[in-house]
C-alpha cells in the first residue's frame, strides 16, 4: 500500500465524506482529540483535520471532511487507491478527561468527528459516557447509529 493512500471513502451526507487514509506512522501515536494537517498534492494547501478515528493494526486514521472550499473539494474528487501528497500528525494535545466519571459529549455535525473517538476511548476506560449528537436537519447528523 501506498502511504497516504485513500483506502476507502464513504459518503455520509450531501458534501460530507468520510476516508480512510494509510498512514502507519501518525497511526501509531495518535489520541482522541488530535488532528492531522493534510496536502492532496504538491501545491495543494495544508489543512487540518480531526482524527475521527484510527486503527493501529490497519495502520490507518479517519477524518471526516464537509466540502466547503478549494481543497475539500479537490479531496471530494480524489478516489480509493489515490495518495495524498502529505498528512502529518498526530498535532494538538489529546482530550484529558481522567479526572471526571460521568461525561456527556455533545457534537454537531462535522463537530461529531472529535466526539467519536474521545467516546470510545472514554467507554473503554468504563467511564459513564452519555453522548448527543445534533445538526441542522436529519441528512446531517453523523454517526447516529455507531
Ligand atoms: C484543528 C482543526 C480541525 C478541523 N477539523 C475538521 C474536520 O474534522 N472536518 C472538517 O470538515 N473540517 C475541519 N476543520 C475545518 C477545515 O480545516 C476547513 O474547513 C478547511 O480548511 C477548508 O479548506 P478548503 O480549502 O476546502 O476551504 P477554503 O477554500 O479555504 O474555504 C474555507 C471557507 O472560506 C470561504 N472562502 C474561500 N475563499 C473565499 C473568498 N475569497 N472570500 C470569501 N470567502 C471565501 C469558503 O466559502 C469556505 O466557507 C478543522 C479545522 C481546524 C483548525
Redesign the pocket.
Known amino acids: 500500500m501506498k502511504n497516504f493512500e485513500i483506502v476507502s471513502k464513504r459518503r455520509l451526507a450531501q458534501n ?1 465524506h468520510e476516508y480512510e487514509i494509510y498512514a502507519p506512522l501518525a497511526v501509531k501515536h495518535c489520541l482522541a482529540g488530535q ?1 492531522i494537517i493534510l496536502r492532496t498534492d504538491e501545491d495543494g ?1 495544508r ?4 482524527i ?1 478515528d484510527y486503527s493501529r493494526e490497519r495502520g490507518t486514521v479517519r ?13 471530494s474528487q480524489m478516489n480509493v487507491g489515490d495518495a495524498l501528497a502529505d498528512f502529518t500528525g498526530p ?2 494535545n489529546p482530550t484529558d478527561l481522567s479526572e471526571f466519571e460521568n461525561i456527556c459529549l455533545v457534537g454537531g455535525g ?1 463537530g461529531t ?2 466526539i467519536y473517538p474521545q467516546s470510545k476511548q472514554l467507554f473503554a476506560e468504563g467511564k459513564k459516557v452519555d453522548v448527543i449528537v445534533g445538526a441542522r436537519n436529519q441528512s446531517l447528523l453523523m454517526y447516529a447509529d455507531e
Not at 47 to 50: A, G, I, K, L
Open positions: 460530507v488532528f494547501e489543512v487540518p483535520f480531526t475521527c477524518i471526516l471532511v464537509q466540502e466547503v472550499g478549494y481543497t475539500t473539494i479537490k479531496l498535532l494538538g462535522i468527528a472529535v
